[in-house]
Structure formats: C-alpha cells, structure tokens
C-alpha cells in the first residue's frame, strides 16, 4: 500500500504565503509525476501544480509566478511553495501522485487533503 500524508495547510491573511509539504510511503519502486490539486467549496477539483521526477513543472494560470512546486526524489516529497495569497486560493488542497509499486503495479493516490484559508 502508499500513503501520501500532507501538512502545512492554516489560515493566512491575504498576501501572505504558506508552504504545503506531502510525503509518499509505503511499497514504492518509483514516483512518476507528483502534484497540488485543489478543491474550493462549491467547484470542482483542478489542477494547481505538477511536477515530474525529471523535474518538469506545470502550472495553472490563476497561481504562475506566486507558487512553486519541488519535489525530492529521494524522500519521495513534493512540497508547494504559496506566495502572495488571494482569498481565491482558499480550498482544500490534495496531494496526487503518480507511483510504480514494486511488482510494477502503477497506480494514481491521493492524500487526505489539507485546508488553506486566505482571509482578506
């Protein structure tokens, strides 16, 4: 089994910054991409930012240039860097990622989601 624990989420007041961290445990022989996805009330699940184990990033447009995601490879950690935080950026925020077990098993996990609130 993996697990994907995350911490680091709280209240912040607007333009203020706060830094998630996620680490991944358990039978695993390597890590593909790993991300931030994000919940707000009311919406749907999206993308915030991924990260692959060569290093590529991508990010959504509504967070580019105020978060970073880094990620390291052999902790099997992704952390998400939050600057300059808008109330906007309030949700609940997941931890995904992309993992080969060992057997060769590949499979898609989810942590157990951390909440940011931005006041304003």
């Known amino acids: 089994q993996v697990q994907l624990v995350e911490s680091g989420g709280g209240l912040v007041q607007a333009g203020g910054s706060l830094r998630l961290s996620c680490a991944a445990s358990?039978?695993?022989?390597?890590?593909?991409?790993m991300g931030w996805y994000r919940q707000a009330p009311g919406k749907q699940r999206e993308l915030v930012a991924t990260?692959?184990?060569?290093?590529?990033?991508n990010y959504a447009d509504s967070v580019k240039g105020r978060f970073t995601i880094s990620r390291d490879n052999a902790k099997n950690t992704v952390d998400l860097q939050m600057n300059n935080l808008k109330p906007e950026d309030t949700a609940v925020y997941y931890c995904?990622?992309?993992?080969?077990?060992?057997?060769?098993?590949?499979?898609?996990?989810w942590g157990q989601g951390t909440q940011v609130t931005v006041s304003s």
């Open positions: 358990g039978s695993i022989l390597s890590i593909n991409a």
């Open positions: 995904n990622a992309d993992v080969t077990r060992f057997m060769g098993v590949r499979r898609n996990y």
């Open positions: 990260i692959v184990s060569g290093g590529s990033t």
